[in-house]
């Protein structure tokens, strides 16, 4: 399986935006949100997570964000052999 793709867009004493590629086959690795952050797709398609309480699939819609807490720790991951997802990550400090 192969790394997502995390580009910096923003970076201050604020916010941090990232934007997310996901080629296909592709995951961000186990990890842990430390801060709030608001998830805005830049396309369509569907995710993966792997979370500490179990498993499930979600499905991004351009345009149509959602809110996560903190604390959140999971694994991201793309299984489509295809399509690549994109979103913008914004959390905030």
């Known amino acids: 399986m192969n790394d997502a793709v995390p ?10 935006v990232t934007e997310w590629k996901f080629p296909p086959d592709s995951h961000t690795g ?10 805005v797709p830049v ?5 993966h ?5 179990g498993e ?15 604390g959140v ?6 299984q489509s052999k295809t399509d690549t997802v994109i979103f913008v990550e914004v959390e905030t400090k």
């Open 7 to 16: 580009t910096r867009l923003i970076e201050n004493d604020r916010v941090r």
């Open 30 to 39: 186990w990890h842990r949100h430390e801060m709030d952050y608001v998830v």
């Open 43 to 47: 396309t369509n398609g569907q995710l």
């Open 49 to 53: 997570l792997k979370e500490t309480d």
């Open 56 to 70: 499930r699939d979600i499905e991004l819609v351009l345009g149509q964000p959602y809110f996560r807490e903190e």
């Open 73 to 78: 720790e999971h694994d991201v991951i793309n």
